[in-house]
């Protein structure tokens, strides 16, 4: 979704912002047929209705194998196709899964706002910080009263 939302031109977005709620049919439409017209919209929905990839198809080790891709991405500075990995591996990530005595979801909450700080898609990061903290809070630190987000 983040990546989605970045993709929206700066002209719809100050239409949103700008709209009241009887703007919303003429908000809503010039949305629509942006959607309607993005091939990475169509694709994003096939991935969510692919049996394969939906989201009660949980596998544990197409999620690791998809986490792996993403850490190479990262590490190769790819970042938004490692965000794109690691946002497929969330979708079939068991929820009570442990990878290196860390909840595999968490860390890959982490992992992705690594990569979309890195992409200055500074909301959509701190969106998933809060997710990987609410899933645990290994990853929260304090120091002199201030709150700091580390990657374990």
Known sequence: ???????????IKRKIEQST??????????????????SLFHSMVEDLTNPELGFCAKNKETA?????KGNACFSCSDYSQAAHFYSQALRVAPVDVLDKGNEL????????????HKMSLLEESLRDCNRALS???????????QHFFVKL
């Open 64 to 68: 690791l194998e998809l986490k792996n």
């Open 21 to 38: 709620t009887k703007d919303l049919p003429s908000t809503t439409s010039s949305l629509h047929d942006f959607f309607a017209n993005s």
């Open 1 to 11: 979704m983040e990546k989605l939302k970045s993709i929206i031109p700066l002209e």
């Open 135 to 145: 899933i645990s809070q290994r990853y929260a630190k304090e120091r002199q009263g």
């Open 105 to 116: 979801v968490a860390a890959l909450f982490v992992n992705r706002a690594s990569s979309f």
